[in-house]
């Protein structure tokens, strides 16, 4: 136990490390625009990976059909402009929704 | 902090505060289901509680409490999780100066950068508005995330299955809401779905969080639309390039100095002007 404890203090030091090194770096540093755009970019690619990684797996297998149908249906009504309310609420319902039919 | 809130708050305006409350309720449930499985899994009601808040990075701690309950060692429990957990240095360096300065808001804001206070504050086009999302959204996420755990903590099993609410496709469907203004910039577009591509390629070949990290190998192809963008634009008073018309997915052969009218993103995210111009 001692040891779970000492590894989830140290994850969370190291996470920590990874946020405050970012932070302390972008405040030393005087960066170019361009620089600035690519390291947004580099957010959004990092952001669309996840959201693409964790709708299509779950514990590195497929995670059915439910969930990318969820966020895809999210994903349209957020292209379409839809709320942001509406958005999320529609990717949990057609998930729900489908996992109550008995889609998994 | 209260002064901090209020005026977060303030700023925030109804819309976002309500985007804001949203995703607290949907992470809110997730943390419900983190504090009850890891409990059900025999380890202590104080553990997940414990991790929630010197990690406060979810996907991390369900995988950390995986591997314990499947057996693994607590030292691999923490290097595949500090893995995951890679991408909040280069989200730190993307959106670092949303925190402010002074080493108490440097040391809290830090541990409030997780995806969706990220996500929030890129969608924001102003700087004042994207400091109010991020800290609005960092601080309101911590709480509720907290709380959540310590509800599944005590409460046992009674939501365990979170799926059952749709809350798994709820997480990928509130970070592409918010990232969906930064995508009408084509380039980051393409960089953005090649990257995607790579991470799902990735993904049954490599530990988790691996993946998403080599996303980052479409980088470079923004430095190419960057400097094409510079040829063409290169003496634009107004740097406001970048809104395209959103039919041209895909397409990315060519990049020009798009910088017709504006318009808005999802209702209650903002605009960014392509990839998010302050």
Not at chain 1, 69 to 84: E, I, N, Q, S
Request: proline share 4%; charged share 15%; glycine share 12%.
């Amino acid at each position: 136990m001692t040891q779970i404890v000492v590894w989830g203090v140290l994850l969370g030091v190291g996470t920590f490390g990874f946020r405050i090194a970012g932070v302390g770096l972008k405040s030393r540093l005087t960066l170019s625009e361009r620089t600035s755009l690519l390291l947004t970019a580099a957010s959004v690619i990092l952001l669309v990976a996840l959201v693409v990684t964790a709708t299509v797996f779950d514990a590195g297998g497929f995670a059915g059909w439910a969930r990318p149908a969820g966020v895809a249906v999210g994903g349209v009504l957020a292209w379409r402009k839809a709320p942001f309310v509406v958005v999320v609420l529609a990717a949990a319902a057609v998930a729900a929704g489908l996992r109550l039919l008995g889609v998994s | 902090m209260r002064s901090l809130w209020a005026r977060a708050r303030s700023r925030l305006g109804p819309e976002l505060s309500r985007d804001i409350a949203l995703v607290c309720l949907a992470d809110g449930i997730v943390g419900v289901s983190f504090g009850a499985i890891t409990v059900s899994v025999g380890l202590p009601i104080w553990l997940p509680m414990l991790l929630s808040v010197v990690v406060f990075a979810g996907a991390s701690q369900f995988l950390f409490v995986a591997i314990i309950a499947a057996g693994g060692s607590p030292i691999a429990a923490f290097a595949a999780g500090l893995l995951v957990n890679a991408r909040h240095l280069p989200f730190a360096l993307s959106i670092g100066e949303v925190i402010g300065h002074g080493w108490l808001r440097r040391l809290v804001g830090s541990q409030l950068i997780i995806d969706e206070s990220t996500a929030f504050a890129l969608a924001q086009h102003e700087p004042a508005r994207r400091r109010a999302a991020f800290w609005g959204c960092g601080v309101s996420l911590f709480v509720c995330w907290n709380i959540g755990v310590i509800a599944g903590a005590f409460g046992g099993t009674v939501v365990k299955d979170t799926n059952a609410f749709g809350m798994d496709a709820a997480f990928p469907a509130v970070l592409l809401a918010l990232v969906m203004p930064s995508l009408k910039d084509r380039t980051t577009r393409f960089a953005a779905l090649v990257g995607a591509v790579i991470a799902v390629a990735a993904t049954p070949l490599l530990p988790s969080g691996l993946p998403v990290l080599l996303s980052l190998a479409a980088l470079p192809l923004v430095l190419i639309g960057l400097s094409r963008r510079r040829r063409t634009a290169y003496d634009e008073p107004s740097r406001d390039a970048g809104d395209y018309v959103i039919e041209e997915v895909g397409r990315v052969a060519e990049r020009t100095a798009g910088d017709g009218d504006h318009d808005d993103g999802p209702a209650g995210t903002g605009d960014t002007a392509g990839s998010v111009l302050p």
